[in-house]
């Protein structure tokens, strides 16, 4: 089946590994970035490339007129849960409202199926491990945009028939992943200060949890989404099984990068503490694409896709617009 597809995020981490199995299958696939995450030579050789922001409702609207979709994967987003509470404006217009404008399209074009990936922090402090059929309460704006974006695709199926398939990924980690970004993935963070001669910092006493999931274990079964009907308006967790410790992780990326697990601990952040989900349901439809990567496997992978990139210098967040409570090491680096 090949179909006209557009992928957001297109030039960022998962969107890039997305797009480069949705042509595998097939597909023609227009990828749509504003490259403030991503790269553009990240963006898989085939692709036709738009460089543009999803919080342009005119943009959108020339792209699904000129080339009339038939499916949608949305990826763009800015995934930073911890942040996400001093950008409160940036989160809810990038993450919330440059989805509904896609979405208003998609139903204003008959778009078959929109894919969307949510995250697990829609969960928030909840009960282990993370189920679908447990009520969301997310914790942080991030999580509270996502969620709503879930909703508003319930109701534009309920109200217009669009079809639409919901993902949960949750620390997602691989190649192509930002290392200069310094607010969200802990394992590119890692990577990005060892390659600088810098110890690992990790907040309070590396004691949280979390299940690291390798993007080979994720993409595949984002991209083979709208070929089964079966799991059409549902939600998915997608991830791995097991979860490690902050503290266990930096082991295993000093290993990894061939040096001492030097680590430099900072206060404790306002975050959920241990977070894990459940994948049975995602293992009933797409097991046949889990290869259940191990963590040593996955970051040795990155590993040596880091070592030959290099490091790179991310930029501090120019926007913030609440300051009260931010962690002191994030203060410092925006010279708050």
């Given amino acids: ?31 749509l970035d504003d490259l403030s995450g991503g790269f553009r030579d990240q963006v898989p050789d085939g692709v036709e490339f738009v460089e ?15 080339h009339q979709f038939e499916h949608v994967f949305h990826l763009a987003a800015y995934a930073a849960e911890g942040l996400s509470h001093f950008i409160k404006c940036f989160n809810y217009t990038n993450n919330l409202l440059g989805s509904v404008n896609l979405i208003n399209a998609a139903v204003n074009h008959d778009v078959k199926c929109f894919v969307f990936t949510s995250s697990i922090a829609v969960y928030g402090r909840n009960q282990l491990p993370m189920a679908e059929e447990l ?4 914790e942080d704006p991030y999580g509270i945009a996502k969620y709503a974006v879930e909703l508003d695709l319930r109701e534009a199926h309920e109200m217009f028939g669009l079809n639409h398939v919901i993902f949960r990924p949750h620390n997602v980690y691989g190649e192509n992943q930002n290392l200069g970004d310094r607010y969200r993935n802990v394992i590119g ?74 680590a430099r601990h900072l206060d404790a952040r306002n975050e959920v503490v241990h977070a894990y989900s459940a994948h049975e349901k995602v293992r009933k439809y797409f097991g046949d694409l889990i290869q259940n990567v191990s963590l040593e496997d996955g970051v040795n992978r990155m590993a040596a896709w880091a070592k030959k990139t290099g490091a790179r210098q991310g930029k501090p967040f120019a926007g913030v617009e609440v300051r009260k409570n931010m962690p002191p090491s994030w203060a410092a680096l925006l010279q708050i």
């Fill in 1 to 31: 089946m090949s179909s006209r597809v557009l992928v957001t995020g297109a030039a960022g981490f998962i969107g890039s590994h997305v797009c480069a199995h949705l042509l595998r299958q097939g597909h023609r696939v227009l990828g």
């Fill in 52 to 66: 543009g922001s999803v919080t342009e409702p005119a943009l959108v609207q020339k792209l699904f007129a000129r």
């Fill in 135 to 138: 009520v969301p309460q997310p």
């Fill in 189 to 262: 963070i890692f990577m990005n200060q060892i390659m600088q001669g810098q110890p690992m910092t990790i907040f309070g006493d590396g004691k949280q949890t979390r299940a690291f999931s390798y993007i080979d274990d994720v993409a595949p079964v984002i991209a083979a989404s709208i070929a089964r009907p079966a799991c059409y308006n549902q939600i998915f967790n997608v991830g791995a099984d097991k979860a490690y410790s902050v503290a266990e992780l930096a082991h295993v990326v000093a290993r990894a990068m061939g040096a001492k697990p030097v």
